[in-house]
């Protein structure tokens, strides 16, 4: 998919020579802003899908593409099989009213209206009956923690709490998918991490799928169960958590997570070695998903020299102190390189797969 603003924006992709001019380069010659380019990725069901970047990369373009509140220059676009650029007004319209709900930054609350009715509007809007949707929303009240809060306006509730509403209206027209437009970046960190939080046990419960917008790096790490990293319109990187920081795809992303704890990214899947003789029978056990931070604390409690990763009662592989130690100082590999032999530790990662235009084989093509 590509967005271009500018005139005459749909000769950009369509050019080769255009598109690959630099960001300056094409403003300078034609006038345009290529927002998102040449992007590819799926969004799989049950997952939260991060779109991360700073500023200006590209991040709130690309997720309104997404249900066509922008319209997309070239590209194609689907979602559960139907192609979404082929939807006529009506179709469109249910679409964003039925299946992807938006909570945005600022809310966008009706100050006249009650909590409930808030949450109820968004199954007004479907055509639902009064008590039917008031009954729906008093049920998604209580869900994101309202409880009691139900006949105030929303001039009368914290920033955090007018957010929850904004979740509220959201889940109340039970979308198969969520878009989040950097929904927690005016709020207090404390609020903040409550509302993640928040977003991870209703994934959990509801196992929906999300995909959520956001800057700031901490956030993306701890809500994707993927990422994709912006850079300029393109996707930098695409991948797990662990694959972003524990294999960067070049210069820019080793920057960006520079200084992320590895060790409660990096887990013992991956930093493992091959097990000897005679560490069967020695240290705590640990599974292969757990974090190289629970492993130093595991090792370190039981004042063993190595913790054993096991998978259903097998024995997948050792992580010793000098192991543990390299991933804290950087010195250990990353997921596609590591030293460890460990079975599948990995998806698509590493420079050549999760390269910009999605090339990468393992993303399969909701979005081409
Ligand atoms: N309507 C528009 N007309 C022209 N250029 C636009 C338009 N909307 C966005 N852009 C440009 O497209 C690029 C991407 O903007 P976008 O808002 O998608 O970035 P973002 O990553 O969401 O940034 P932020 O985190 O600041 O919201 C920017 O260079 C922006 O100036």
Redesign the pocket.
């Known amino acids: 998919m590509w967005k271009v ?2 005139p005459k924006a749909e000769r950009v992709p369509a050019d080769p020579e255009l598109a690959a001019l630099t960001p300056a380069e094409l403003r300078e010659r034609t006038g345009c ?1 290529a ?1 998102v380019r040449d992007v590819s990725f799926d969004v799989r069901k049950g997952e939260v899908f991060v779109v991360m ?1 700073l ?8 997720v309104r593409c997404l249900t066509r509140l922008i319209e997309p220059t070239s590209g194609s676009l689907a979602i559960d099989g139907e192609d979404v650029l082929a939807m006529d007004r009506t179709r469109l319209r249910a679409l964003r009213r039925h299946r992807a709900a938006m909570v945005f930054q600022h809310f966008g609350l009706l100050p006249h209206r009650s909590v409930l009715d808030n949450v109820a509007y968004g199954l007004e809007i479907q055509g639902m009956s009064r008590a039917e949707r008031r009954e729906k929303a008093a049920e998604v009240v209580v869900k994101v923690g309202l409880e009691g809060l139900e006949d105030r306006k929303p001039g009368q509730l914290s920033g955090g709490q007018q957010q929850r509403v904004g979740l509220a209206r959201a889940l109340a027209v039970d979308p198969q998918v969520l878009l989040f437009d ?1 929904p927690f970046s005016a709020l207090d960190p404390l609020i903040r991490r409550e509302m993640q939080e928040e977003v991870i046990r209703l994934h959990h419960e509801e196992h929906r799928t999300m995909v959520f ?1 956001t ?1 700031d790096l901490n956030e993306a790490l701890r809500l994707g169960d993927r990422i994709a990293l ?1 850079r300029d ?1 393109r996707v930098v990187q695409l991948g797990t958590p662990e694959e972003i920081v524990g294999s960067p795809a070049d210069a820019y992303v080793r920057d960006f997570v520079r200084d992320v704890p590895r060790e409660q990214v990096i887990t013992v899947g991956t930093a493992m070695r091959d097990p000897e003789p005679g560490d069967h029978d020695s240290g705590p056990a640990l599974g292969p998903s757990a974090t190289v931070s629970e492993a130093i604390e595991a090792v370190a409690r039981s004042g063993d020299p190595a913790a054993r990763v096991m998978d259903r009662g097998r024995l997948l592989g050792v992580v010793d102190r000098e192991g543990l130690l390299g991933v804290v100082a950087g010195t250990a590999s990353g997921p596609d390189t590591g030293t460890a032999s460990g079975p599948d530790t990995g998806t698509a990662s590493g420079p050549d797969t999760a390269s910009a235009s999605g090339a990468a084989s393992g993303e399969a093509a909701a979005l081409r």
Do not use: D, P, Q, Y
């Open positions: 603003f500018g802003t927002a970047g500023s200006g990369s590209g991040k709130s373009t690309l950097e917008i800057h912006m319109g």
